[in-house]
């Protein structure tokens, strides 16, 4: 039998001996490992997409549906815009050696602050194989090792990317373990993950993952529980870019995380702005405010929802994240 804790222990010292010579490599190095990621995400799309096929077909059986299966799907596109994600990365300025603040004191001391990499981190994460990619990317740019693990839902997927990741780091003569994918999905890998040595938790889900790593872990975790999507529209916006930005954050792509959640217009302008953003494609909207409601009565006929709104809440419904849009009938 499989002792989890102390393969993840073990995972977790090959990544701080990782840590150690990554914090010191060039940016040249970084970006170069970086590049070879895209490529190989590019020359390797056929094997991934074969093991997500095999992930999505799974989840099926399982009964999955709708926004759990939108995220966890590959294709094409999807692993290209990932391919683009990490380039992107390799274009930033490199984090590592910037000086934040620097103080010459009395004596002639000078003192400066200076960015440094944290170590090792440890990413947990539910059905998007995308982040696998993404949180490596965003790691090795900061000169961090990372352990990742990722959703049962997409086991195989990770796996053949962890392979991409991998192959890049060796190819640039970066250590392989900086980045290290856990073969275990259990909440028992989640809790030894926590537990062993690292030195920042980052959980990536829904609110009951993000509360059992922050009952369970004994390092800083970084914790957002709600998504807190939120898009403000000032008085004398421009509404036709308030219309697009709030399709865009809303309705590019309803089941992610970062999808639009709160739409907040200024109350002195909301007859003129939120008439054409709600009739925007069966865009829905909550209506919390009279003068909302007023505004959208007046430009907007109005339609009527079945949820548990009260009587005077049921112009428009804009359903929460994770699922899909739909306009209510």
């Known amino acids: 039998m499989v002792d989890i804790s102390h393969e ?9 001996a990782a840590s150690r010579v990554l914090a010191t ?26 093991a997500n096929a095999r992930d999505v077909a799974a989840a099926r059986d399982a009964g999955v549906t709708g926004a759990m299966l939108d995220r966890l799907a590959l294709d094409q596109p999807r692993l290209a815009a990932v391919a683009d994600a990490v380039l992107q990365i390799a274009a930033q300025d ?34 998007r194989p995308n982040v696998t990619v993404e949180a490596s990317a ?34 640039s003569g970066l250590p392989r373990d900086a980045v290290q994918v856990l073969p275990f999905t259990d909440r028992d890998a989640v809790r030894a993950l926590v537990q062993s040595d690292v030195d920042l938790a980052i959980p990536r889900g829904g609110e009951a993952l993000i509360r ?12 957002h529980y709600k998504g807190v999507c939120h898009l403000f529209v000032d008085a004398g916006a421009d509404v036709a870019m308030a219309t697009r930005l709030a399709v865009n954050g809303k309705l590019s792509r309803p089941g992610v995380c970062n999808a639009l959640e709160c739409l907040l217009v200024d109350a002195g302008d909301a007859p003129r702005l939120l008439p054409p953003i709600a009739d925007s494609r069966g865009l829905g909207l909550v209506v919390a405010e009279a003068v909302a409601r007023q505004a959208i009565a007046e430009g907007v006929a109005a339609i009527s929802d079945p949820g548990t709104l009260s009587a005077q809440l049921r112009d428009y419904v804009w359903e929460p994240v994770y699922q899909p849009y739909e306009r209510v009938s």
């Open 8 to 16: 993840v222990s073990l995972a977790c010292a090959r990544a701080r």
């Open 25 to 50: 490599r060039p940016r040249e190095d970084k970006d170069a490992a970086l590049r070879a990621m895209a490529r190989l995400l590019g020359e390797q799309a056929p094997r991934i997409l074969e």
């Open 94 to 127: 490199d984090p590592v050696g910037e000086v934040l603040e620097r103080t010459t004191r009395p004596n002639g001391l000078l003192v400066e602050r200076v960015r440094v990499p944290i170590g090792v981190l440890a990413m947990i994460y539910e059905a």
């Open 138 to 171: 965003l790691c090795v740019k900061a000169g961090n090792a990372v352990v990742l693990r990722g959703g049962s839902e997409a086991s195989h997927s990770n796996a053949a990317l962890a392979i991409v990741v991998g192959d890049a780091l060796e190819a």
């Open 212 to 223: 059992f790593v922050t009952e369970h872990a004994r390092v800083p975790v970084v914790q």
